[in-house]
């Protein structure tokens, strides 16, 4: 899949640009604060519909502009037309060719992978970016994926209000079972779709994991929910849908009490984490920063083959100013990697982190003050 044309208008520091990108490799160079990850956060919000970075939508309008603008050519088997309207006054607007689209059609048209510097603590950072980690591709390339787990979010919220409300007035609780039902079978349904993305998941990194580090390395990824986190680490799973739901049942049996002094929902997928294992080791408390980063790469290059074997198609992969954060081998790796099998854009305050033969095939771009030349 390619991203063939971007047009921005209003959005984050441009007024006004439009560009064609190369099917191969793109590299926008410039100094700080000139628009370079504004760049690439438009393209991801036309790929997830929403931005990674932003409080809300309208903080993308160009500040004292009514409304931003956005239109992306994407060149899959057929071509497709994406754009989107932000406004201050009126709600969000996603179009594909033309036609105002619900973002659950939206989002998976355009496949992107986004690769910042905060992926870089994937393993080490919390729970909740590596669960995001692994929403972020399967709402790409699974609608009812992404469905079930607002619809999961809507009942965590409303079932947190309840027992918040229920520490006021305890007959209330009587409407806890009904939202218990639905928590059960929205959370196992995101569960179960978790744990088979992870499982190919692992297939891939641990092939990467195994060719960076010269056949030393044993990369493993386990998904652990939060009943098995509560009985202190990763261990047997639950194999079958009942199994895990009557999992579920147990710890939200067991924390009830808890749960109502808190006010809160203690139990569910938005406790659960992924565990990384290199030669059978917790990475997060025994791994190098070296061996970490390797790890990450891995997930992230797993990701593309993940996305393509679902859909045919390789994401556009979007680097924001990773690669000085990485040593000249990784880079260079990891570069050649794409460059043979995804459409990739790159942001860099200097050309010099870039390997010349990839320079010389690459098309470079300039970026200054949110103007692109
Ligand atoms: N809504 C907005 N309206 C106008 N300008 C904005 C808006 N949001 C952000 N900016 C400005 O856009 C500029 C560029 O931001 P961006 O994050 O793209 O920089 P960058 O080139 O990635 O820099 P760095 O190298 O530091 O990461 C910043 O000066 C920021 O203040
Ligand atoms: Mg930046």
């Given at each position: 899949?390619?991203?063939?044309?971007?047009?921005?208008?209003?959005?984050?520091n441009?007024?006004?640009?439009?560009?064609?990108?190369?099917p191969?490799?793109?590299?926008?160079?410039g100094?700080?604060?000139?628009?370079?990850?504004?760049?690439?956060?438009?393209?991801?919000?036309?790929?997830?519909?929403?931005?990674?970075?932003?409080?809300?939508?309208?903080?993308?309008?160009?500040h004292?502009?009514?409304?931003?603008?956005?239109?992306?050519?994407?060149?899959?088997?057929?071509?497709?037309?994406?754009?989107?309207?932000?406004?201050?006054?009126?709600?969000?607007?996603?179009?594909?060719?033309?036609?105002?689209?619900?973002?659950?059609?939206?989002?998976?048209?355009?496949?992107?992978?986004?690769?910042?510097?905060?992926?870089l603590?994937?393993?080490?950072?919390?729970?909740?970016?590596?669960?995001?980690?692994?929403?972020?591709?399967?709402?790409q390339?699974?609608?009812?994926?992404?469905k079930?787990?607002?619809?999961?979010?809507?009942?965590v919220?409303?079932?947190?209000?309840?027992?918040?409300a229920?520490?006021?007035?305890?007959?209330l609780?009587?409407?806890?079972?009904?939202?218990?039902?639905?928590?059960?079978?929205?959370?196992?349904?995101?569960?179960?779709?978790?744990?088979?993305?992870?499982?190919?998941?692992?297939?891939y990194?641990?092939?990467?994991?195994?060719?960076?580090?010269?056949?030393?390395?044993?990369?493993?990824?386990?998904y652990?929910p939060?009943?098995?986190?509560?009985?202190?680490?990763?261990h047997?799973?639950?194999a079958?849908?009942?199994?895990?739901s009557?999992?579920f049942?147990?710890?939200?049996?067991?924390?009830?009490?808890?749960?109502?002094?808190?006010?809160?929902?203690?139990?569910?997928?938005?406790?659960?984490?992924?565990?990384?294992?290199?030669?059978?080791r917790?990475l997060?408390?025994?791994?190098?920063?070296?061996q970490q980063?390797s790890?990450?790469?891995?997930?992230?290059?797993?990701?593309?083959?993940?996305?393509?074997?679902?859909?045919?198609?390789?994401?556009?992969?979007?680097?924001?100013?990773?690669?000085s954060?990485?040593?000249?081998?990784?880079?260079?790796?990891?570069?050649?990697l794409?460059?043979?099998?995804?459409?990739?854009?790159v942001?860099?305050?200097?050309?010099?982190?870039?390997?010349?033969?990839?320079?010389?095939?690459?098309?470079?771009y300039?970026?200054?003050?949110?103007?692109?030349?």
């Amino acid at each position: 899949m390619r991203l063939e044309s971007l047009a921005l208008k209003d959005f984050r520091n441009y007024e006004q640009v439009s560009l064609e990108l190369d099917p191969g490799l793109n590299i926008f160079v410039g100094d700080n604060a000139q628009g370079k990850t504004n760049l690439l956060e438009a393209v991801y919000v036309l790929a997830l519909s929403k931005s990674y970075r932003a409080a809300q939508d309208s903080d993308l309008i160009r500040h004292g502009a009514q409304r931003a603008l956005a239109a992306a050519q994407v060149r899959k088997l057929a071509a497709v037309e994406l754009g989107f309207v932000l406004s201050h006054t009126e709600k969000k607007r996603l179009l594909v060719n033309g036609k105002a689209a619900a973002a659950n059609r939206f989002v998976g048209t355009l496949l992107a992978v986004l690769f910042s510097p905060d992926s870089l603590q994937l393993v080490k950072g919390a729970p909740a970016d590596r669960r995001h980690f692994l929403d972020v591709q399967i709402c790409q390339i699974d609608p009812v994926y992404r469905k079930t787990l607002l619809e999961y979010q809507r009942v965590v919220r409303q079932r947190n209000s309840l027992l918040k409300a229920a520490q006021e007035s305890r007959a209330l609780l009587g409407q806890l079972p009904a939202w218990d039902r639905q928590l059960v079978r929205l959370g196992t349904q995101v569960i179960l779709r978790r744990l088979t993305v992870v499982e190919q998941l692992q297939k891939y990194a641990r092939e990467t994991q195994r060719e960076i580090s010269q056949e030393r390395e044993d990369l493993d990824l386990v998904y652990v929910p939060f009943f098995a986190l509560r009985d202190g680490g990763p261990h047997k799973l639950p194999a079958s849908e009942a199994e895990l739901s009557e999992a579920f049942e147990k710890a939200l049996r067991e924390l009830h009490a808890e749960e109502l002094r808190r006010g809160c929902t203690l139990v569910g997928p938005q406790r659960d984490d992924l565990v990384f294992l290199v030669n059978g080791r917790d990475l997060r408390k025994f791994g190098s920063q070296g061996q970490q980063r390797s790890a990450v790469l891995a997930c992230i290059l797993a990701e593309l083959e993940l996305m393509h074997a679902e859909t045919g198609e390789y994401p556009v992969v979007l680097l924001d100013d990773v690669l000085s954060e990485l040593d000249k081998n990784r880079r260079l790796q990891l570069l050649t990697l794409l460059n043979a099998k995804a459409q990739t854009i790159v942001t860099a305050t200097s050309l010099d982190s870039f390997p010349q033969e990839l320079v010389e095939r690459a098309a470079v771009y300039r970026i200054r003050q949110g103007r692109i030349a």
